[in-house]
């Protein structure tokens, strides 16, 4: 099976511009997840998406958001790009649905969109 | 605030020594645990985990021992070799809730010496 994929791999925006990161994850997956990966702060969870439907959110300002289309495949949407918005963006995909085993938990990432805002 | 915390954020080994790595967690509701293990420009990749049931789990080289009363998992690596030289990440997740959203420490880069 593919991997999950990323596009694009590398961004450079300026501040106040809005950029859209894509994920497709692996076939047969139906749940996708967005983390932000910063130094020091590790991985912070963004949102989930679960068929089509955010199932899911971290504490992110509402200048992030997401959707899902019924492919499975994700997008990222982050507008008014602020500095402090410089970083790695994660997608993760898993074979979760609802009321599965805990290996389902297993999440499987992409990649990553290095984004830098100057 | 961060619920899973790696206080290290580095550590070097001698190859063919234990490699030690440590997680504590401050949520008494997380009941599944995940190691991830991250090259640099690649996406973080699955290693090992434990469900809350359990106080180890091996797999070859590796092995996550979780001490609940602690709030304190830990992966050990045996015997390092320099190509387990990566950024460690723990992760934890509370499946009660039904998010599918995991909550990973800061990371340990393990530098295993040839």
């Known amino acids: 099976k593919a991997g999950v994929t990323q596009t694009p791999r590398y961004l450079i925006k300026t501040r106040g511009q809005q950029v859209t990161l894509s994920c497709s994850p692996i076939s047969g997956h139906r749940s996708v997840s967005w983390y932000q990966q910063t130094p020091g702060q590790g991985l912070q969870f963004l949102f989930e998406y679960f068929s089509e439907t955010q199932r899911n959110k971290g504490n992110f300002p509402g200048r992030f958001s997401g959707r899902q289309f019924s492919n499975s495949r994700s997008e990222m949407n982050v507008s008014t790009l602020e500095l402090g918005d410089s970083a790695l963006y994660l997608c993760a995909s898993s074979d979760r649905g609802t009321g599965e085993g805990l290996s389902s938990y297993e999440q499987y990432f992409g990649p990553g969109t290095r984004l830098t805002v100057t | 605030d961060q619920q899973v915390k790696q206080n290290s954020p580095s550590l070097s080994v001698q190859e063919g020594r234990i490699s030690i790595l440590n997680c504590d967690y401050t949520n008494s509701m997380f009941d599944y645990f995940l190691w991830y293990k991250k090259y640099p420009a690649e996406g973080p990749t699955f290693l090992i985990s434990?469900?809350?049931?359990?106080d180890k789990n091996e797999d070859g080289r590796f092995t996550v021992f979780l001490n609940k009363s602690a709030k304190h998992l830990s992966l050990h690596i045996v015997p390092s070799q320099p190509g387990d030289s990566a950024v460690y990440f723990c992760a934890a997740s509370d499946s009660q809730t039904g998010a599918n959203n995991l909550f990973f420490g800061t990371g340990t880069r393990l530098t295993v010496i040839p």
């Open positions: 434990i469900s809350s049931i359990k």
